[in-house]
C-alpha cells in the first residue's frame, strides 16, 4: 500500500498523543508488561510513522513497564533449510563460511515489520544474544528478559518467552494475528505433543571470533495459532480496542500459554 493510498483511508490524524490515548484505553498503564507484534500500516497514516509508536509505547508503559519485540534473524541460518528461495547447493559452503556473525547491536531483524526494526535502535533498548532468534526490551525488566538466552531450544525454558511467563505479561497485537504470537511457541516445548528435533546453525561471536555454530532447535507450526486463539478467546475474557485504525487485542500471557500446551497435547492423544 502506497503513502497516498494510506492517506486516503485514514479518516482523522494519528499522533503520538492520539496513539497514547488509545493504549491507554485499551489497559495499558505506566508499569504495564507486553510483548508486541505489530503492522505498522494497518495503522493508518501516523505522524511520525514508527517512531511515533514507539515513544507512544515508551511514555504510556514508562520505564516502570517493559516493551518486548522480536528481533529474529532467520537469514543468518543453515542454508540447506532455505526454502522462500532456496539457494543452490553448492552455494552452501561460501554461506556457512562467509556470512558475518550475529552482533546484537547491529545485525538487523528481518521481517518483524518497522515497528520492531526501529525499536531495536532505540536508545536503551537491549537485544538477547542469540543468533536466530534473538529478542530486544526496554524498561523495567529488560536486562533479566534478555541475558542468558539459551542457544539450544530458543524458544523454551531459557528464553525471553519463559521469562515473560514468569511475569505474567501480555502479549499486544497491533493489526497482527496470532499467527505472530511468538509466546505460544514456549507452549510447543511444553507440551508433551511429539516435535521433531533437528540441528540449526548460524554465525556468531564465540571468545572473540566469528565461528559458524551448530544448536538445536525444535519444530515450530503456527499454522494452528488462530483456530488456538480463537478456541482461548471462547474461554477467557480478553482486552480488545482500536490503536488508530486497526484491531488491537491485549491477552495476558500466562492464560494463553497454558491454554495453548493443553490444547496441543489434547491434539497430540
Known amino acids: 500500500m502506497g503513502k497516498e ?27 504495564s508488561q507486553v510483548i508486541v507484534h505489530s503492522s505498522l500500516k494497518s495503522l493508518g497514516w501516523v505522524v511520525g510513522a514508527e517512531v511515533a509508536v514507539i515513544q507512544a509505547l515508551m511514555e504510556t508503559l514508562t520505564e516502570e513497564g517493559t516493551i518486548v519485540m522480536p528481533a529474529q534473524t532467520t537469514y543468518n ?25 550475529f552482533l546484537p547491536e547491529i545485525t538487523p531483524s528481518l521481517g518483524m515489520g518497522k515497528i520492531a526494526e526501529t525499536f531495536r535502535t532505540f536508545p536503551g533498548v537491549l537485544r538477547s ?8 526490551a526496554w524498561g523495567k525488566h529488560a536486562k533479566w528478559i534478555t541475558e542468558n538466552h539459551s542457544l539450544n531450544y530458543p524458544f523454551g525454558e531459557d528464553s525471553p518467552l519463559a521469562r515473560l511467563y514468569d511475569l ?3 502479549t499486544l497485537f497491533i493489526g497482527t494475528d496470532y499467527t505472530s504470537c511468538t509466546a505460544m511457541h514456549l507452549s510447543e516445548y511444553r507440551s508433551e505433543s511429539t516435535r521433531k528435533e533437528y540441528t540449526q546453525g548460524a554465525a556468531m561471536m564465540e571468545n572473540g571470533e566469528r565461528v559458524w555454530k551448530e544448536f538445536i532447535e525444535l519444530e515450530e507450526n503456527s499454522e494452528t495459532f488462530n483456530d488456538i486463539g480463537l478456541a482461548f478467546e471462547n474461554e477467557h475474557p480478553i482486552q480488545t480496542g482500536r490503536i488508530g485504525q486497526t484491531t488491537a487485542k491485549l491477552i495476558s500471557i500466562q492464560p494463553l500459554i497454558d491454554f495453548t500446551t493443553h490444547y496441543l497435547d489434547k491434539e497430540q492423544k
Open 129 to 136: 544474544n542469540h543468533p536466530t532468534s534473538s529478542f530486544t
Open 5 to 31: 493510498q494510506l492517506i486516503e483511508r485514514t479518516k482523522s490524524v494519528i499522533t503520538k498523543e492520539t496513539l497514547k490515548k488509545d493504549f491507554t484505553s485499551l489497559g495499558l498503564t505506566s508499569g
Open 168 to 170: 505474567n505479561a501480555s
Open 77 to 101: 541460518s543453515e542454508p540447506s533449510y532455505w526454502q522462500h528461495p532456496p539457494v543452490p547447493e553448492d552455494w552452501w559452503p561460501s554461506i556457512r563460511y562467509m556470512m558475518p556473525a
